[in-house]
């Protein structure tokens, strides 16, 4: 499949642009929603890295373009990008200050679907402190 053809089915899914957000909760949203395209667009993994990183903008290109200067990207796999963007966007800073809101978390002046929005979202970063069903 041609490069252009790839990228126009990656767009037209809805594939969402990434700015670099620091904020770990945006970053897993983008991350989480960019695969379930990929996953259901059926691409290789090198294809898959070539579709995300040209919906990277701002601070997360120029992130981008620091990693191609210290690896060959035109061999890297998903896998290899997962780890990558991992390194930069889910640092122990921002996950600890993340886990710190979580372990705050208390309804005040949110209505209760506002406070479960939230509690899910916090909770997806760091599910070892999230209580099991049973």
């Not at 037209?12 to 620091?22: L, T, V, W």
């Not at 373009?65 to 966007?89: C, G, H, P, S």
Request: charge should be negative; charged fraction near 30%; aromatic fraction near 12%.
């Amino acid at each position: 499949m041609m490069r252009l053809e790839l990228f126009d089915r990656f767009r037209r899914m809805g594939a969402p642009e990434f700015d670099g957000s620091s904020d770990p909760l945006i970053a897993e949203e983008w991350l989480s929603d960019v695969q379930m395209i990929l996953n259901f667009m059926d691409i290789n993994e090198r294809e898959k890295v070539r579709c995300v990183t040209f919906v990277l903008k701002k601070d997360a290109r120029y992130w981008w373009e620091t990693v191609a200067l210290r690896r060959d990207v035109n061999i890297m796999n998903w896998d290899d990008f997962v780890q990558e963007f991992n390194t930069k966007y889910f640092n122990m800073r921002a996950m600890n200050l993340q886990q710190k809101e979580f372990n705050e978390l208390k309804q005040g002046t949110l209505t209760v679907t506002e406070a479960v929005r939230k509690f899910t979202q916090l909770s997806r970063l760091c599910p070892h402190l999230v209580p099991t069903e049973t």
